[in-house]
């Protein structure tokens, strides 16, 4: 358990944080999904629209600094590769 003052504050403080990011991974993963769906279902339209949006949610991602850069660019490349494959 926390005693000093600074430290009840980050828990505080870790506490909103994580809530944040497991909102804005949920998020990002919902977009991702969204593309593969549609790449399931074989729709090269919907799931080229969906790519264009899942694109910046994964560029946010990494500048807020809930994705890596890596993974969100490989996350990004697999998607591409599998839209471009329909």
């Known amino acids: 358990m926390a005693n000093t003052p600074q430290a009840k504050k980050r828990i505080r403080r870790n506490d909103r944080r994580s ?3 497991t ?3 949920s998020r990002i993963r919902t977009f991702v999904k969204q593309v593969e769906t549609a790449c399931e ?3 090269k339209e ?7 949006q899942a ?7 990494v500048a807020r600094g809930v994705l890596h850069k890596n993974t969100a660019s ?9 839209v471009a494959s329909l």
Do not use: Y
Not at 55 to 61: D, I, K, S
Not at 76 to 82: A, H, P, V
């Open 55 to 61: 694109q910046p949610e994964l560029a946010r991602g």
């Open 46 to 52: 919907a799931a080229t629209v969906a790519l264009k």
């Open 23 to 25: 909102a804005r991974k």
């Open 41 to 43: 279902a074989g729709d």
């Open 74 to 82: 490989r996350k990004m490349s697999r998607l591409s590769k599998r």
């Open 19 to 21: 809530e944040i990011n």
